[in-house]
């Protein structure tokens, strides 16, 4: 969900953290902006400045798991959905005019094919994914009640909101408005049911996958960018505990976003 933006801006930010993703530009605007406003470490930080694309926001995110920092991201990447325009100018008069989106990320426990069990967070989707030519065979179970007995597919994902526009729009799903209470269970090619195109779920749902014939078909699970080959089983649930904080420029916040997307040509 998003907090509506105060009446008044929150005083501006004493205490930057800048990090940049691996590309030059990045690089170099980090430097910029530390040497113009100054800059401390990340446990010291008020605030979290991204400079890179979607990925590195991530990838930021992740890092600051827990620690309910809120992240600004300025777009120095090739995907900029999840960040600022860039400009050097009046940062932390904008950091305060932000507007803050609250995320709620996903637990992803994976089981093995050795037993073993595999825990990640994701904050766009967890999906499961075919590893050689042989279609997935994939069991659904919502609740511990089975919705799906068989469905054979390239893969499946279950999506938050926030990530509603990456992989599970690639893959036909919607886009969820954040504020919804939903996630989105969206199949990837599927073969047979032909016709199902996935699902809506309440974010309380408790989503079991099972691999079926997996030494034939075997499949890998992926939390964001954390995977864990040949999967048996794979479970799924919205952690509403745990808070990531990201800011957005003033009339263009996340959920703005996601609204405009679902009318963009």
């Given at each position: 969900m998003t907090e509506p933006r105060p009446a008044s801006p929150r005083p501006a930010p004493k205490r930057l953290a800048f990090v940049a993703s691996d590309r030059p530009e990045a690089q170099a605007a980090r430097e910029r902006l530390a040497r113009?406003?100054?800059?401390?470490?990340?446990?010291?930080?008020?605030?979290?400045?991204?400079?890179?694309?979607?990925?590195?926001?991530?990838?930021?995110?992740?890092?600051?798991?827990?620690?309910?920092?809120?992240?600004?991201?300025?777009?120095?990447?090739?995907?900029?959905?999840?960040?600022?325009?860039?400009?050097?100018?009046?940062?932390?008069?904008?950091?305060?005019?932000?507007?803050?989106?609250?995320?709620?990320?996903?637990?992803?426990?994976?089981?093995?094919?050795?037993?073993?069990?595999?825990?990640?967070?994701?904050?766009?989707?967890?999906?499961?994914?075919?590893?050689?030519?042989?279609?997935?065979?994939?069991?659904?179970?919502i609740d511990g009640t089975v919705r799906l007995a068989e469905l054979f597919c390239d893969g499946v994902l279950v999506s938050t909101p926030a990530g509603s526009t990456a992989y599970n729009l690639s893959a036909h799903g919607p886009i969820i408005p954040l504020e919804s209470r939903v996630l989105a269970l969206t199949p990837i090619s599927a073969f047979r049911p032909r016709r199902w195109r996935g699902a809506l779920l309440p974010h309380t749902a408790k989503v079991s996958i099972e691999v079926l014939e997996s030494e034939k078909r075997p499949v890998s699970a992926v939390a964001d960018n954390f995977e864990v080959r040949d999967v048996v089983k794979v479970d799924v649930a919205e952690d509403r505990g745990m808070r990531l904080y990201m800011l957005f420029d003033a009339g263009r916040s996340l959920e703005e976003r996601v609204l405009a997307e679902q009318f963009s040509a």
């Open positions: 113009r406003y100054g800059e401390v470490s990340e446990p010291e930080a008020e605030v979290v400045v991204a400079l890179g694309g979607d990925g590195f926001m991530l990838e930021t995110l992740h890092r600051n798991l827990g620690a309910e920092r809120p992240i600004y991201g300025m777009n120095q990447g090739s995907v900029g959905f999840l960040m600022n325009e860039y400009n050097e100018d009046g940062l932390t008069e904008r950091i305060a005019a932000a507007e803050r989106a609250v995320i709620h990320p996903l637990v992803m426990v994976a089981r093995d094919a050795e037993g073993i069990s595999h825990r990640a967070l994701a904050i766009n989707e967890v999906s499961m994914l075919r590893q050689t030519r042989q279609t997935a065979k994939l069991r659904i179970s």
